[in-house]
């Protein structure tokens, strides 16, 4: 957290510009994995839906849903120009994370006395406004001319492929570390630590847009 933020920022970067201008549609889809292996808060989110999971099949389907919420918004936000200010879509990026660390907690049952939402319809919207998210930062891009819509779809496929990199390695710690008789603590440092992070993310965000 005391780390300076801009080393782990994955925003607009003049050598991504310079990749996507002198390559073709691989390009964009090299941009998009790259883009989601450095998007930390995007990470972040998805490990603590992981956490609350079990079994292959789960994680495949909660993923599959997210996915798809992302994917609705990446490429039609992107393809009809809709906007709106990434520090503020960042931001609302961070109360995910905060929200996930705060569900697998159980602080809903213990602050609230209700059951937390549906996590499958909560993975989904989330999903839309983690998209939302991505479609900023393409549209930060020049895209050039011909083939938009090619290299809109390039790109996700991209996020896709770097998405599945990035959660291989994650899922098979989280699954070897529930068979440690210490994954208990485990559990609750990394669910508190998505809730640090969620906060100082979101003021960092809300910094950004107020002080930019």
């Known amino acids: 957290m005391l780390l300076p933020l801009n080393l782990f920022a994955h925003g607009v970067s003049a050598g991504d510009q310079a990749t996507l201008s002198e390559g073709g549609l691989f390009a964009y889809l090299f941009v ?3 883009h989601m292996v450095t998007g930390y808060d995007h990470l972040l989110f998805l490990v603590g839906v992981i956490f609350y999971l079990s079994g292959l099949r789960d994680i495949v ?7 798809i919420g992302h994917s609705i918004t990446l490429i ?19 109360l995910s994370v905060l929200y996930k660390g705060f569900e697998n907690l159980g602080g809903f049952k213990k602050l609230f006395g209700v059951t937390s939402p549906d996590l499958l319809l909560m993975v989904f919207l989330f999903g839309l406004i983690h998209g939302f998210g991505l479609s900023t930062r393409l549209q930060s891009f020049d895209l050039g001319g011909g083939g938009f819509l090619a290299k809109i779809v390039s790109f ?9 990199a990035a959660l291989i390695p994650i899922v098979f710690l989280i699954t070897y570390l529930r068979e440690d008789e210490r994954y208990a603590a485990f559990y609750k440092a990394v669910n508190v630590y998505l809730i640090l992070a969620g906060v100082g993310l979101f003021v960092y965000q809300l910094n950004g847009y107020f002080g930019g």
């Open 32 to 34: 998009g994995a790259k």
């Open 156 to 164: 996700n496929v991209g996020v896709e492929l770097g998405q599945v």
């Open 76 to 94: 039609g936000a992107t393809y009809l120009g809709v906007r709106a200010d990434e520090h503020l879509i960042d931001a609302v990026i961070a």
């Open 61 to 67: 389907r909660f993923v599959t849903v997210f996915t």
